[in-house]
């Protein structure tokens, strides 16, 4: 495991540990630490394969962030679970993939729409959307110029229809 791969461990750990005593002590669960304890190293090394792979290191950031976002969901205060869920979402875009951050999006949709139907309150989902909505008015600063750059590198290929169509296969033609 390298240096990266550690501190993402790191911070999972301490992400579920600390997601699972503000529960514990907020709902007011007969829960013994040494159980908290197992729990989350169970959830921090239930991905070890991808901290021993290099290529997939960007894919640990969501797992951090997703005790996170059920925190700021459940919290008591708006503004305390508001900023939990932008934290979590600016920890998981901009240290890992775009396609784990879809997922965690998603399912944070699926969580927060759960929660509110089960406890018949729009708090989790209203949170959830303004959390969303000021974490893309923090991140389109810094990713709309790298997507406009990629766009026009040559290595995005730059071809018009016209140039791509002359490479096609013709499949089902004589």
């Known amino acids: 495991m390298d240096i990266v791969s550690g501190l993402n461990a790191l911070a999972i750990a301490i992400a579920f540990s600390w997601s699972a005593r503000w529960l514990v002590r907020s709902f007011e669960l007969q829960v013994p630490d040494w159980l908290i304890l197992l729990l989350s190293a169970s959830y921090t090394f239930s991905a070890y394969n991808l901290y021993v792979g290099s290529s997939w290191i960007g894919f640990l950031n969501v ?53 509110s139907i089960l406890n018949r309150t729009w708090t989790p989902i209203t949170r959830l959307v303004i959390s969303g909505m000021i974490s893309a008015t923090l991140i389109l600063p810094i990713v709309y110029p790298a ?15 016209d140039v791509a169509a002359l490479e096609r296969v013709p499949v089902g033609q004589k």
């Open 63 to 115: 797992q951090a962030s997703l005790p996170l976002i059920v925190v700021g969901a459940l919290h008591p205060s708006a503004k305390r679970g508001v900023l939990l869920q932008i934290s979590a979402f600016l920890f998981a875009f901009l240290g890992g993939h775009v396609h784990p951050f879809i997922m965690l999006g998603l399912g944070s949709v699926l969580l927060s729409m759960t929660l």
């Open 147 to 161: 997507f406009e750059a990629f766009a026009n590198a040559p290595r995005s290929g730059g071809l018009s229809h």
